[in-house]
């Protein structure tokens, strides 16, 4: 109770009170003292100043450790390179070998069919008309501290493309009638997983950048008309409308699709010849996928609040068929 009345009675600190006693007698400060405070204030705003260049001064260890990184990254990535060229260079050679035998054998049929499966499978690169479907994330979308959904996040975060998005894109492109499909150069087969790893996006394992260019060979009118009545169509409908995630849909006279960066040959024997359940599957080749050449998807409809958090994987793949438009480029 004293302290609320001495708030009452003397609202006024007392030394506010004093120091307008002074003002109203003229008693100001002596020179020496005014001389104090200014010098005592340059002091502080010096040890701040310092203090500050300090601490936002990167340490020699961290430069050299980053720097050491880097260079090992662009090392690494130079002998990938390479070693992706002559990939390239042995599956030309290995695609004219073949191309020479099956001319020899005197048998088109089979050659016909081979290219065809080849071209389904992304063994080769194919050209043909096909429509483009782009994403990119919203202008006021950032970086986010921490992981998770997006779509759950506050603020910008609700605008970010998420691996599931393009799942969905990419599945209704296959549902379309799409006969090769390529994300931002990679291009996809059966065994394709996309998937993310905190906020980048992966396609077989190599990360992308936005904006994500999505790229179908196939009859374009097919292509978009199909891709608007399946549920991709009303779902980016929806990332445009609730999360001004920006998109376009382009139809292209002629897309060039290279091939997959590796195939997985699979081979599937009878339990007779193995002595195991009937339909399994030997690997021949490297790396590892999940999923079913059908594709993915929910068709619950074009919501995308009850996604699944990012760093789910689904692979996409072909609907089983002949390529109709596409050619296998020289």
Not at 172 to 198: D, F, P, T, Y
Request: hydrophobic residues 40%; proline residues 8%; glycine residues 10%.
């Amino acid at each position: 109770m004293t302290l609320l009345a001495e708030v009452m009675q003397r609202p006024l600190d007392p030394g506010y009170a004093l120091a307008a006693r002074r003002r109203e007698a003229g008693v100001r400060p002596s020179r020496p003292a005014r001389v104090l405070v200014a010098l005592a204030a340059a002091v502080c705003g010096l040890v701040t100043t310092w203090a500050v260049v300090e601490l936002r001064q990167p340490q020699p260890g961290g430069v050299a450790a980053r720097k050491a990184l880097e260079s090992e990254i662009q090392r690494r990535t130079q002998q990938a390179d390479a070693a992706q060229h002559a990939n390239d260079v042995l599956r030309a050679q290995l695609a004219a070998a073949q191309s020479r035998s099956l001319a020899g054998a005197g048998d088109p049929d089979l050659a016909r069919r081979l290219e065809q499966l080849a071209a389904l499978s992304g063994e080769v690169a194919v050209t043909g008309p096909g429509l483009e479907v782009t994403l990119q994330d919203a202008p006021s979308s950032g970086p986010s501290p921490v992981a998770g959904d997006p779509r759950q996040d506050a603020g910008g975060e609700l605008g970010r493309v998420l691996d599931r998005d393009v799942q969905i894109v990419v599945n209704g492109l296959w549902a379309a009638g799409a006969e090769a499909v390529a994300v931002n150069g990679q291009r996809l087969s059966s065994l394709s997983a996309i998937r993310s790893a905190g906020q980048a996006i992966f396609v077989d394992r190599r990360p992308l950048v936005p904006p994500y260019v999505i790229q179908a060979i196939g009859d374009p009118a097919r292509l978009q008309t199909g891709l608007a009545r399946d549920m991709a169509g009303p779902y980016l409908q929806a990332l445009r409308d609730n999360y001004n995630v920006q998109t376009s849909i382009q139809t292209s006279p002629r897309l060039a699709l290279p091939a997959a960066a590796s195939v997985i040959l699979l081979s599937a024997r009878t339990q007779g010849q193995t002595g195991s359940a009937s339909g399994t599957a030997s690997s021949t080749g490297s790396g590892t996928s999940s999923g079913s050449s059908s594709g993915t998807g929910s068709s619950a409809g074009p919501s995308v609040a009850s996604r699944p958090t990012p760093g789910s994987s689904a692979s996409t793949g072909p609907i089983a068929g002949t390529p109709a438009s596409s050619e296998v480029a020289p």
